[in-house]
């Protein structure tokens, strides 16, 4: 499961789970986006305080968080283009 889909299931707030694995709520974001990289211990005790609900192996190998707002301006951009 991705870290996003696990906070919004559990209705955790993304400031609440940043400091409770020892990052920003600015860094976590980054880390999500793809703008920074994951490290094995985070990785680790993230799916040790999810108790496994998001894996450190999905962290680190197959990051398929997709930046919603990012996409939007994407179609946006490319339907204007297409009129």
Excluded: C, P, W
């Excluded at 094995?40 to 990051?63: C, D, F, M, N, Q």
């Amino acid at each position: 499961m991705l870290i996003k889909d696990f906070l919004d299931e559990k209705r955790i707030a993304y400031q609440d789970f940043a400091e409770y694995i020892g990052v920003s709520r600015n860094y976590l974001y980054n880390m999500m986006s793809g703008r920074k990289t994951f490290s094995l211990e985070l990785a680790k005790k993230i799916e040790e305080v999810t108790k496994g609900g998001v894996s450190r192996l999905e962290i680190l190998y197959h990051r398929e968080y997709v930046d919603e707002d990012k996409l939007d301006k994407e179609i946006v951009a490319h339907s204007k283009k297409g009129t």
